[in-house]
């Protein structure tokens, strides 16, 4: 239902799919939604964070 689909998105974090170059631009190819020891970026902010300029690189798997 709805509710178990929220806590999915709820306990995962924005992740870069690929390394990112600072100064790039994030689209939705170059992110994905994983669990994260650590917390991050909710995927609910997906929109917020594409269309921006990468402040730093980012590795593989690195938090958004």
Request: net charge positive; glycine share 6%; charged share 40%.
């Amino acid at each position: 239902d709805k509710e178990q689909e929220m806590r999915k998105i709820a306990r995962r974090s924005i992740v870069a799919k690929r390394d990112i170059k600072k100064g790039e631009t994030f689209t939705k190819e170059l992110l994905e939604f994983k669990r994260a020891n650590m917390p991050g970026i909710s995927p609910r902010f997906i929109d917020a964070v594409v269309g921006k300029a990468a402040s730093k690189d980012y590795k593989t798997g690195d938090l958004i």
